[in-house]
């Protein structure tokens, strides 16, 4: 037969319910009751734990004031302390992270009494942690995967000024030797070698900025932007022999967003396109970049003339991991990351559709990507 009064279900439910840690203070915060879960949760066992002040078990110090001013303000006010989520201390030292509401029990005595539930929230915390460094990895991947091209490419970008300073140089040598080098030809060889460094080091200082670049919210310039990415693209498209025609519409639209994401999600594209190209031997090969500014949006189209993406396959393409590519550096990420970027960080929209248009009188089949971003 069940002997249990319904008060005595209740102080035993409460005092084993496992994950619900719970604990009650008098008014000058000492424990005067500590339940099993609060022994697993905090590390103290009940022994250790009752006659303690809640400040010295498991408040940081930094909250320490906080929580004490606030629990007099309720014994002697009658403010409650909202419920909330709170990272305590364990007996061990490291943080409990937990979501705590709190109840004042016999509130018209001359003893109340203040029980705390804690529910622990650190596994739960640790796994968004985690998440939150395996996305970040995976960003940082991403961007080193849309830049791993280019780094090749720089070698291309590179090769013509090199080669008109170690031909000045030499010709500066030759002359001297034969003491024929007048001060004009120092002068002029000299400039265009200074000229020839300035621009190496600034392709340099571009893609520094690039891989360096900060996860930042500013206004800037999209006409810009869009032309940046290209400066960085260079290499790519030069070598690849792409023409890229962009339009003159919008070059003053100014939007507050994040500007090197942008960047990425538009050399992701164009490096996308550029294999379409290839694969598809494509010979004259177009990219046509327009931008539009909507009455409360902004709209990027990118267009090429590379055939277009497969019916069986347009829908998957932003997919994580899905790629149709053989070569062992093609992971799938580049379109996955770009949907990312633009619709959680940058709060926007990107799809993409195949599209035949003409352009001075030819037409073109091929891929478009429509990216949408709020103006503010
Ligand atoms: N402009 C395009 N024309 C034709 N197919 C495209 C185009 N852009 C993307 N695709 C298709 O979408 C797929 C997914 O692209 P995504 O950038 O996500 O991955 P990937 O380029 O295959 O690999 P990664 O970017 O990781 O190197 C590509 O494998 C390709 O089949
Ligand atoms: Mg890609």
């Known amino acids: 037969m069940n002997t249990y009064t319904k008060d005595d279900k209740f102080v035993e439910l409460i005092s084993k319910i496992p994950n619900v840690a719970v604990q009650g203070y008098n008014r000058d915060r000492t424990v005067i009751y500590w339940n099993k879960a609060s022994e697993e949760i905090y590390g103290y066992t009940y022994e250790e734990a009752f006659g303690k002040k809640l400040e010295d078990l498991i408040i940081p110090d930094f909250m320490k004031e906080g929580v004490i001013s606030h629990i007099q303000n309720w014994y002697d006010k009658g403010i409650a302390i909202p419920t909330g989520e709170l990272p305590l201390k364990h007996k061990s030292g490291s943080t409990v992270h937990v979501f705590s509401s709190h109840v004042m029990l016999k ?13 622990n929230l650190t596994e739960q915390k640790r796994q968004e942690q985690l998440l939150k460094e395996k996305d970040k990895i995976l960003l940082h991947q991403s961007k080193m995967a849309s830049m791993g091209e280019m780094f090749e490419n720089i070698a291309h970008q590179w090769r013509e000024p090199l080669s008109m300073i170690a031909t000045t140089a030499s010709g500066i040598q030759l002359q001297n030797d034969f003491k024929i080098l007048s001060d ?85 594209i164009i490096n996308n396109t550029k294999d379409a190209f290839i694969k598809n031997e494509i010979t004259k090969r177009c990219i046509f970049i327009d931008l539009e500014e909507l009455s409360r949006e902004i709209k990027i189209s990118i267009k090429d003339n590379a055939k277009g993406i497969n019916k069986d396959i347009i829908n998957k393409v932003f997919e994580e991991n899905f790629t149709t590519k053989e070569d062992k550096e093609a992971t799938g990420i580049g379109l996955y990351m770009s949907q990312r970027l633009i619709n959680e960080s940058m709060k926007g929209n990107i799809e993409v559709k195949n599209s035949i248009y003409t352009y001075e009188s030819v037409e073109y089949t091929g891929a478009e990507f429509i990216i949408i971003l709020n103006k503010d």
């Open 107 to 119: 509130e018209d005595t001359s003893e109340p009494e203040m029980f705390c539930v804690d529910i």
């Open 184 to 268: 004009t030809y120092l002068n002029n060889t000299l400039n265009s070698i200074i000229e020839n460094s300035q621009y190496l080091s600034q392709t340099i200082n571009d893609f520094r900025d690039f891989i360096k670049g900060e996860h930042k919210k500013i206004p800037f310039n999209v006409y810009d932007n869009i032309q940046y990415s290209l400066k960085l693209l260079e290499g790519v498209t030069n070598k690849n022999v792409i023409n890229i025609i962009m339009s003159k519409n919008g070059q003053n639209i100014k939007i507050c967003n994040y500007p090197n994401e942008l960047v990425q999600v538009i050399i992701n």
